[in-house]
Structure formats: C-alpha cells, structure tokens
C-alpha cells in the first residue's frame, strides 16, 4: 500500500514539474564560431522571467553581467484565447572551438521555478576570409540524396531529386523575395524524363518540396568554415524511355548591392548539371512471377473480398490494394476473365493515390464479380511487381476466399442463368451458337445505298425550297396588292361576284331537264357570261354572240335564244379516253422505279450468294462478298449489318461494334441492328443504347431517329410550308398567323436537331472510335518503346479519336489521354 502510494505521488509531483516546466523553452544555435556573439533564449507565456544561478563555463564569457535583456512580446490568439509569449535573451560569448556544455539555470517566472536541462553547443573555428566569388551561391545536385548518381536506373522508376542551394549568410539577398511564388523554385531542364507532383495533406499538388536550415561549410568539425543559408528542394523524376537521362538546373537569386543611399537590386544566375544517368528497359519475366500489375519500386500487395459469402447472381467487389514507394501511375489492371470461370466480370475500376510527404503511395484496383452457379470458385491469384533497387521481380501469391450458395437469381428478360457445368461442354458450346444466330439474323435483302456524305441525298430539293419558298411568298404578295388595288374597279366587283356565283350557275344547268334547259341558260348563265366580259346588264344575246371567241359556245345561246337547243342530250362522258389517259400518266410516274429494279438485278444475285454462303458458316466467304458490295461514296445499311453479323460470328466483338454502329446512322429507325448492336455490347459488359431513363436520353432517342440530312430534309419541307402559311395568311387577311409561327418553330427544332446530330454521332473531326483489337496497350508517347499511360484496352472500348498519324491515333477517355496503334482503333463515322 505505502509503495502504490509513493508512486502515485512521484507521478503527481511528475506532471506538476512538466505543467510548470512546459510553458518554458530554451534554445540557443547548435553549432557557432570561435569569437561569435550567442544568443540563448528563454520564452515564456506566464509573463518576464529572471535567470537565477548562472554558471561559470570555462571558454565562455557571459555579458550583459550576466542579466537577460528583454527582446520582444508576442501575441497569438487561437480558438478565441489569448496568449502572450516574453522572449528574454542571455548574451555570451565563446572563445575556443570544441563542444561547451553549459549545466543547469533556475528560471523564475509569474508561476514560479523551473530548472533548464544541460545544453550543448559546438563551436568551430571560422574563416578570417569570406569565400571566393563562385562559392557565395552554389547550386548542387543529387539523386536520391546521394552525391554521386547511380550506375543505372529502370525505365519508369521514381527517382528523387535533391536540389541543394546554398547562399552565404553575409550575401546581402531579398529572402522575402526568394520565397515568393515567383522566384522560389529553381527550373528544371531534363531530357527523357517527366517530373510528377507531390500531393500535400491538404490535397493540393506541387512539383517540388522545399525545407531551409543553416548549415558550416565544409561539415567537418575540425575544420574551419562558414555559415550558409540551405535551401533543399526535393522533386521526383521518372524517365520516358530507354537511353540517358540528364540535363541542367538553373535558379535565379535576388541579390541588392550598393549602400543605404544607392541600392541597385540584381538577380544574380546560378545553375549546375543534372549528372546523366543510363536507362535500362525493365528486364523480361524469365519465370513465373504472375502478371504484372505496371508497378515499379518496393511494393506490398493485398486481395480482398465483400462480401465473403453470397448467392448465386449477388455481385461481389474483388479488390486489389497495392501500398508502397514508386510511380503509382503506372499501375494497370490485369485481365482476369480467362481466370475466374464461373463469373460474369465486369470491367474493373482503379484509384490511385500519389504519395504524400512521408506516406506512401497507394492504389486499388475493383472487380464486380457475378456468380453465375455454385461451382464458382476464386483461383490463386499471382500478381508481380518489379523492385528496382535489387533488378528482380516480385511475386506475390493470394488466394481470395468466397462462399457462394444457391439462389433465385433470373437475369434480363427472366431467363434463370443456367450452370454450363451441369450442361456439358459439348451442349453449351451448341446452345450458345444457336442462342447468337437467332438473334443475330441475316439480312435476306439488299437495302438501297445512301449517297455519302449524307447531305447529298438531299442537296437537290433543300436547295430548291430554300429558293422556291421565298419566291412562292413574294409572287402571293403581288398578286394580293394587284387584288387591292383592282378592288376598286367595277370590271374588278362584277366578275369576282361572277366567280361566287359560278358553281351556282353550273349546277342549275346540268340539273335542268331538256325543256327547261334554254330558260335557265337565258336567266343564269348568260348573266354570268356578260359580268365575266363586263358587258352592260341591257346587252342582247346577239350583241354576247359577238363577243365571243368560241364559235360552239356562241351557237349554243343562240339555240338557247329560240329554245331549239336540247343540252346534255349528247354530252356523256368517254369513259375509254379517260382510263387511257390515267394509263399514260401512271407509266409516266412508275418508269423510274423500272429503272431502278433494273439497275439492281446484279446486286440481288449477289447479295442472295453471300447470304447463302452465310448460312451455310462460310462467313469469311459471305464477308468477302458484302465487302465487295460496297460502292465507293455511298452506304448501305443491310450490307454493315451483315457484316457486323459476320465478324461477331469471328469473335471480332469490336469490328461487330463498329458495323452496328455505322449501319444505325444510315437505318436509324431498323430495331434489328439496334437489338444485335445491344446484343454484342452485353457480351463486352457495355450497357444498352436506345433505352430513355430521363427527360433528356429521350429527346436524344427522338432526335437520332432521323439521320442528319432527313432532319434537313424535313426543315426545307416546313421551311415551304412556313412561307406558304405567311403568304395565304396575307392573302387572306389573317387567320393562318399561329399555323405560320408553328410551322418556323419546326423548321428550327429540324435545324437544330440536324446540327446536334452532325456535332455528335456523325462527326468526323474527334469523332468517336471503337478499339478491335484485345489487351491494346495504351502509351504515353507515339512510340513502341514509350510507357504506358493507363495499362492496356480491351476490344470493344469506346474512345474519342484526338489525332491521327500514319502509324499512331491518340485517343481520350474522360480525361485521360495517349497513343495506340492506328491497327487497334476503327473510326465510327468517316464521312
């Protein structure tokens, strides 16, 4: 009891001596020179302290009779508390080289004694000499630290580089200045190499890190020196490719000369070589260390598995977590579709992490995984990392563990997912040959060829309404300001009264019986004949015979005169004339479809040829004859079906993509090369296209369900009907007003949507490409031996073509950016 009791005490009296002690700090410069005033400070939050007991120390001469001075009061408020530091210094100084060692001082202060611990401070001899001119500011270089470089480094290896500058503490230079945003970095010129950014805690990037200190040089103790302010910039450097790595530094420092009276400010250059260094290629994998993961340095690498136990058609998340000193960004996903039977894989997901100062770096790469049976099982996975500090491969070796049970899983459209195992081989392999060719079936018939590029389909007739609708509304303007200004005419009123009555006047004579007829002619329609003619209402029918230029017609009113002409008697219509005339103009109007059918026999018989060859697995044949159908400057939708059918049928899932693609510009509205192009983006893990989930995929879905010149089609066609709207709207004084705003609204959603369509799936300047080729490696630069930026591609990747050159196309997906061969990429739409 006594003894738990003293301990408890002594860590009381322990804390207390700490509390008291903590508000307390001393510290003086670890090394000074022989004859140098020293300054050994004492600070305080409590209030002015007394220095009690100060020690004789053999070498060193305190001043100031051995009283601190008061320096300075310094205020700092946090979290809304105020606290006042008192800074005192003791003066001394010492006047031989060698380590003093200055025992323990009372400190006294408001809260009361303390004792300060022993101090130590060596002090060296100092040059009577300042250094010559090229020793005031020196820029030095080194790798990883060390002064001298190393013999070799690998290609794609972080290495840090450690920039030195060093300035004489009498160089009279503007360290605000210096620190600025401006001037506080040295340049880096360094050929075949890539700097890479340190990411700081707050998330932010820099290129480099810098820390300042002072330091004697030379460094050793013995010798005499001087005093240098150091600066020591810290930046990583990876090598592009295989050769030498090497190059220069260069900084700028603000130096002012003159006196107090004439002060002239200059930037006074420094540089120093980046020593060069020999790049070797990562050496090959002579044994089985596992598939490369893109990692070079010192790396640790983890599998794990969420959950640990699901049913059958649940996903699960595989992940791979890499931690660890190298270039993170080189990190790549390997392909584990061949590995993991059993499984649908879904295309995996990386993050990385950059390492921040003093951390490491660290990367995941995500697999979702979807169990198809019971009989699924993760393999060992074996996963290999380059070190380049021994030259070897890493393998690292995981077994991931997983339960998987039985569940009521159905996959899309209700279809249980099936256990290939239970089927047998031989039954799966016939089963799912049959399951594609069913629903990729083949065109039986050729469809017509599109003129490319589109717009020429429709360049003939747009261009003609374009200049037709204008006119039609200018020659509808005259004509109504010729009616208003007739308006006031006599001759203008009777024949336009005239004209209502027409049909009136018709209709009583070819319903009057023979006896009434010459009655009627006499009261309705000579009246009608003299206002057509403008005669005077008291005109005789002689005087209308007179008047008019058809001599059958002037016998008739005059039969009618005497009542001796019986009309309609003899007036029937010939019924065999007519059909003959419908006849000729019918042939008239079927002769260009003849033509066509005729053009396009040859077409059909090989068109059936290739189809036939299709069906009978002779795919490469039937591909070589659809290709041959091709027509220079023009598309067939049918014949990209098929072709997509084709290489689909070869296991070309990309090619297949980029038929399907092209035939759904040219038959936008054909749901068979819609549901095909589904089909085989499923089998690529792609998601459907077509499909409205929001507001806007459905305006999207309206709009391509005309190509681009239908669109402009359809806008020349309202652009007519805009005008001719306006124009009977004039003509007739109102009425057709809103019809004409209605239809110039149409005309700009078809504008519109013509134009959205040419800057997306029909464009041809960074247009959208498709990669065909598996595991295409992705590189930073257009050259085979360049690094790779992000791995590698599979068949079937949507990508943006950038540019393209003779061998390499640059592609970008999101924001990521580099160059594969131009062999692995097809371009959706060319023209």
């Given amino acids: 009891m006594a003894r738990t009791t003293h301990i408890q005490l002594s860590c009381l009296l322990l804390l207390f001596a700490v509390a008291a002690f903590a508000k307390v700090t001393v510290s003086v410069e670890s090394t000074v020179f022989v004859g140098e005033q020293v300054q050994l400070k004492f600070s305080s939050d409590a209030g002015r302290i007394q220095v009690r007991n100060v020690p004789n120390v053999p070498g060193v001469r305190w001043l100031n009779n051995r009283q601190p001075q008061l320096v300075q009061n310094s205020t700092v408020i946090t979290n809304g508390r105020k606290t006042v530091t008192t800074t005192s ?16 001082m009372t400190i006294i202060d408001p809260n009361g004694a303390a004792k300060t611990g022993l101090i130590v401070v060596d002090v060296r001899k100092s040059l009577i000499q300042a250094p010559v001119d090229d020793k005031l500011v020196q820029l030095k270089v080194a790798y990883n630290g060390n002064p001298d470089p190393p013999p070799a480094i690998y290609l794609g290896q972080d290495i840090d580089l450690e920039i030195t500058l060093l300035i004489y503490e009498k160089v009279n230079y503007d360290r605000r200045r210096l620190w600025t945003e401006h001037y506080a970095y040295p340049t880096i010129s360094i050929e075949n190499a890539l700097q890479r950014e340190f990411v700081q805690s707050n998330g932010s990037t820099a290129r480099m890190t810098v820390a300042s200190d002072t330091v004697i040089i030379p460094e050793d103790p013995a010798e005499p020196g001087h005093r240098y302010d150091r600066l020591t910039f810290k930046v990583t450097i990876a090598a592009l490719q295989s050769g030498v790595v090497g190059g220069v530094v260069t900084h700028r420092i603000p130096i002012t000369r003159g006196n107090q009276w004439r002060r002239q400010q200059q930037f006074h250059p420094v540089s120093a070589e980046v020593p060069q260094v020999k790049v070797l290629p990562v050496p090959p994998d002579t044994g089985d260390a596992g598939q490369y993961i893109g990692l070079i340095g010192d790396w640790s690498v983890d599998v ?19 931690s660890g000193r190298g270039n993170i960004e080189g990190m790549a996903a390997p392909r584990l579709d061949d590995k993991l039977a059993g499984f649908k894989v879904y295309p995996p997901e990386m993050t990385r992490q950059p390492r921040r100062l003093g951390y490491k770096s660290q990367g995941t790469i995500e697999w979702v995984l979807v169990p198809v049976n019971t009989n699924a099982r993760l393999p060992e996975l074996k996963f290999a990392t380059f070190n380049a500090a021994s030259g070897k491969w890493i393998s690292t070796s995981l077994q991931p563990q997983l339960t998987i049970k039985p569940g009521a899983y ?10 290939d195992h239970d089927r047998g081989p031989e039954i799966a392999v016939v089963e799912d040959k049959h399951k594609a060719t069913d629903i990729l079936h083949i065109k039986q018939q050729p469809g017509a060829y599109v003129q490319l590029p589109l717009w020429r389909n429709v360049q003939a007739p747009v261009t ?40 009136q006047v018709f209709r009583k004579v070819a319903k009057a019986p023979a006896s009434e007829l010459p009655e009627v002619i006499r009261t309705e329609l000579v009246p009608y004949l003299l206002a057509m003619l403008d005669l005077p209402p008291g005109t005789t029918i002689t005087e209308l015979k007179e008047k008019l230029n058809d001599p059958e017609l002037a016998v008739m009113i005059e039969c009618a005169e005497v009542g001796g ?23 008239i109007l079927l002769l260009p479809l003849l033509v066509i059918t005729a053009c396009g026999s040859e077409t059909i018989g090989t068109f059936t040829e290739a189809t036939r060859a299709y069906e009978q697995d002779r795919v490469a044949a039937a591909e070589s004859t659809y290709r041959d159908l091709q027509q220079p400057q023009t598309g067939n939708a049918a014949l990209l079906y098929n072709l997509g059918n084709c290489a689909f049928r070869k296991g070309e899932y990309g090619h297949a993509i980029v038929f399907y693609e092209r035939a759904r510009r040219l038959a936008p509205r054909d749901s068979d090369i819609v549901e095909n192009l589904n089909f085989v983006r499923q089998q690529v893990n792609l998601p459907k296209i077509g499909i409205s989930d929001d507001p806007l ?28 709207a306006f124009g009977i709207n004039r003509w007739r004084h109102g009425g057709l007003r809103v019809v004409a705003i209605v239809f110039a609204v149409l005309c700009l959603v078809a504008l519109w949507a013509h134009m959205a369509q040419i800057q997306s799936a029909y464009r041809t300047a960074n247009s959208a490409g498709v990669i065909v080729m598996h595991n295409t490696p992705v590189h930073r630069q257009p050259r085979m031996n360049s690094t790779t930026a992000e791995g590698t591609l599979d068949t079937g990747t949507y990508i943006t073509i950038a540019e393209q050159r003779t061998e390499w196309v640059r592609i970008r997906i999101d924001e990521a950016e580099g160059w594969v061969r131009r062999a692995a990429v097809e371009q959706i739409w060319e023209r």
């Fill in 410 to 419: 159905s996959g899309n459209g209700g279809t249980p997912l099936v256990d």
């Fill in 697 to 724: 995929s459905l305006v999207v879905n309206l709009r391509d369900k005309l190509r681009p010149d239908e669109w402009l089609l359809a806008a020349g066609v309202v652009w007519v009907l805009c005008w001719l």
């Fill in 304 to 322: 794990e598995v969420t959950p640990e136990t699901v049913t059958v058609g649940d996903d699960v998340t595989l992940a791979l977590r890499v």
């Fill in 565 to 587: 002409f019986m009309p309609g008697s003899d007036a029937e219509i010939d019924s065999g004339a007519l059909l003959q005339r419908v006849r000729k103009f019918a042939a």
């Fill in 89 to 104: 210094v003791l003066f001394f100084i010492v006047n031989r080289p060698g380590k003093i060692r200055i025992p323990s």
């Fill in 464 to 503: 003609i309404m374009a200049i037709a609708a204008p006119l039609v509304y200018l020659l509808i303007l005259l004509l109504a300001a010729q009616r208003e200004k007739l308006a006031g005419s006599t001759t203008f009123r009777r024949r336009r009264e005239a004209q209502k009555r027409r049909g």
